[in-house]
């Protein structure tokens, strides 16, 4: 079966830097994407990895090892808008497309 | 910049009625899901559609639910005797096409709610 663990809750402050973990067990593997999901909303698309390493978008990088099964998503200079859900999707190659797999969502909470 | 657009944003319905949920898909995307995200859930994968046919459902997806893409543009999701345990937000995703580098791009989601 698909398996996809991150923290539940995680707490930073305004400006800091915060990882957020992600740990995957699947077959099929198609890459790894990283979404944030305001409360009440649609996820949004914020990275994409596919091959091992750092794949950096702004304040945003994203970082994969294929061989651990890990992942981990860092935002630098934390806004209070970066307040969200951020969920760990894995893509799993499937004979008619390439559904997401995702995990329960690590909820951030960013302070003053 | 093309969206996925989902109508309606809210739909309250009662026990054993039929529902029909409501998806435009950006428009050269050839790949389509729906999802659902039952409040304090994950978000969990319920079909995908290509070339007008379903290509995986998961098992949530049982009789009680069909897809459709019924003109070039709209693709919906049909529910055909609601449940309580149905109330969730249902998400749209609409793909380009498969491979690396496509990511898919969702609606803002259809809330039901089951009464």
């Given at each position: 079966g698909q398996n996809i663990d991150q923290p539940t809750e995680m707490t930073a402050t305004e400006g800091a830097i915060v990882q957020i973990n992600c740990t995957y067990q699947t077959s099929g593997f198609n890459g790894l994407f990283w979404y944030q999901q305001h409360a009440g909303e649609a996820p949004t698309f914020l990275s994409y990895n596919v091959l091992d390493g750092l794949e950096e978008k702004g304040r945003f990088s994203s970082f994969l090892s294929r061989s651990k099964g890990y992942s981990y998503l860092l935002l630098k200079e934390?806004?209070?808008?970066?307040?969200a859900s951020y969920l760990c999707a894995v893509r799993i190659l499937t004979g008619g497309g390439n559904k997401l797999t995702f995990g329960t969502g690590t909820q951030l909470k960013v302070e003053l | 910049e093309p969206e996925v657009t989902q109508t309606p944003s809210h739909q309250v319905t009662q026990m054993g009625q039929e529902v029909i949920l409501r998806c435009v898909p950006i428009s050269n995307h050839l790949y389509f899901y729906w999802y659902r995200q039952i409040l304090g859930q994950k978000v969990e994968f319920l079909v995908s559609f290509y070339n007008n046919e379903i290509s995986e459902k998961s098992?949530?997806?049982?009789?009680q639910f069909s897809v459709e893409r019924?003109?070039?543009s709209n693709f919906t999701l049909k529910i055909r005797s609601t449940k309580l345990e149905d109330s969730a937000m249902y998400f749209c995703a609409s793909q380009?096409?498969?491979?690396?580098n496509t990511e898919a791009f969702f609606g803002q989601g259809t809330r039901l709610t089951v009464v």
């Open positions: 934390l806004q209070m808008k970066d307040s | 098992e949530i997806f049982d009789d019924p003109d070039g380009i096409r498969t491979g690396i």
